[in-house]
C-alpha cells in the first residue's frame, strides 16, 4: 500500500507564489509517476502536472507556464510551485501516483489552496 499526504495549501493573493508538497509512503518499492491534481467547487477534478520516473513533464493547459512540478532523488516526494496565481487556481488540490508492477493508482485526501484577489 501507498499513503500520499499533501501538506503547503493555504490562501495567497493573486499574482503571488505557492509551493505544495506530496510526501509518499508504504511498503510499495516502486512508484511510477506522480501528479498533480485539482477540483473546484462545481467542477469535474483535472489535471495540473504530471512528472513521470525518467523526469519527463506534462501540465494542464490551464497551468503550463505558470505552475511547476519536480520530484525528489528518491521519487517519493512531488512538488508543486504555483507562480502568478489567479483566482480561477481556487480548488482542492489533490496528489496523485500510480506505483507497483499493476500500475495502481493511489490519491492523497487534498489540501485547499484559495486565491483572493
Known amino acids: 500500500q501507498v499513503q500520499l499526504v499533501e501538506s503547503g495549501g493555504g490562501l495567497v493573493q493573486a499574482g503571488g507564489s505557492l509551493g505544495l508538497s506530496c510526501a509518499a509512503s508504504?511498503?510499495?518499492?516502486?512508484?511510477?509517476?506522480m501528479g498533480w491534481y485539482r477540483q473546484a467547487p462545481g467542477k469535474q477534478r483535472e489535471l495540473v502536472a504530471l512528472?513521470?520516473?525518467?523526469?519527463?513533464?506534462n501540465y494542464g493547459d490551464s497551468v503550463k507556464g505558470r505552475f511547476t512540478i519536480s520530484r525528489d532523488n528518491t521519487k517519493t516526494t512531488v512538488y508543486l510551485r504555483m507562480d502568478s496565481l489567479i483566482p480561477e487556481d481556487t480548488a482542492v488540490y489533490y496528489c496523485?501516483?500510480?506505483?507497483?508492477?499493476?500500475?495502481?493508482?493511489?490519491w492523497g485526501k487534498g489540501t485547499l489552496v484559495t486565491v483572493s484577489l
Open positions: 496523485n501516483a500510480h506505483a507497483g508492477r499493476s500500475d495502481t493508482e493511489y
Open positions: 512528472i513521470r520516473s525518467g523526469g519527463t513533464t
Open positions: 508504504g511498503s510499495i518499492f516502486s512508484i511510477n509517476d
